[in-house]
T-cell receptor, first 112, second 114 residues
Framework: EAEVAQSPRYKITEKSQAVAFWCDPI?????LYWYRQILGQGPELLVQ????????DSQLPKDRFSAERLKGVDSTLKIQPAELGDSAMYLC??????????FGAGSRLTVL | SQKIEQNSEALNIQEGKTATLTCNYT??????LQWYRQDPGRGPVFLLL?????KEKRKERLKVTFDTTLKQSLFHITASQPADSATYLC?????????????FGQGTTLQVKP
């Protein structure tokens, strides 16, 4: 069964450092999403791509977060500099079209 | 403001019983509502989608209802098993025409005891 691949699964960093997460969606899925999930809360959308174009990044803290999907396939989410409040699970999801999302296993970030 | 509420308290039930989880929303007019299952340390997994013109949907032991007048969805698991223990998330489309933008509730944790 096709999966959304994410790496790293776990990342511990110190505040003010840079961190990057990678996502490879299911082949053929044009839409890719990055969500952030704080422990005990539901996922919150950070950015949505349709192919290589950003559809929605209204909730992305652009002073420190950036996301790209250069060739419309895999994607990278970067945080620089990391802050204590960025500790969370970063989830990547993809969909061919329509509303059902397939999520990856997530990248757990701890900022010390 | 827009809000989705799920019972934040964990739901503990005995194996074999029916679990019922609630999702309430305000200030949305979603075209559809979805339920996802999330196990600890893993990403959510899609379970069911119900559209605004559907009252009920079933899949094996799962049943979802959608009442757009009450602005509420109920999620039922019949003949529950310990393997059903997980956090269940409801999600609505944002209603802005972007069908991929989902807004999630905070989730309800279900614990099924043998």
């Amino acid at each position: 069964e096709a999966e959304v691949a994410q790496s790293p699964r776990y990342k511990i960093t110190e505040k003010s450092q840079a961190v990057a997460f990678w996502c490879d969606p299911i082949s053929g899925h044009a839409t890719l999403y990055w969500y952030r999930q704080i422990l005990g809360q539901g996922p919150e959308l950070l950015v949505q791509f349709q192919d290589e174009s950003v559809v929605d990044d209204s909730q992305l803290p652009k002073d420190r977060f950036s996301a790209e999907r250069l060739k419309g396939v895999d994607s990278t989410l970067k945080i620089q500099p990391a802050e204590l409040g960025d500790s969370a699970m970063y989830l990547c999801a993809s969909s061919p079209r329509g509303p059902v999302l397939t999520f990856g296993a997530g990248s757990r970030l701890t900022v010390l | 403001s827009q809000k989705i509420e799920q019972n934040s308290e964990a739901l503990n039930i005995q194996e074999g019983k029916t679990a019922t989880l609630t999702c309430n929303y305000t200030n949305y007019s979603p075209a559809y509502l979805q339920w996802y299952r999330q196990d600890p340390g893993r990403g959510p997994v899609f379970l069911l989608l119900i559209r605004e013109n559907e009252k009920e949907k079933r899949k094996e032991r799962l049943k979802v209802t959608f009442d757009t007048t009450l602005k509420q969805s109920l999620f039922h698991i019949t003949a529950s098993q310990p393997a059903d223990s997980a956090t269940y998330l409801c999600a609505l489309d944002h209603g802005s025409g972007n069908t991929g933008k989902l807004i999630f509730g905070q989730g309800t944790t279900l614990q099924v005891k043998p």
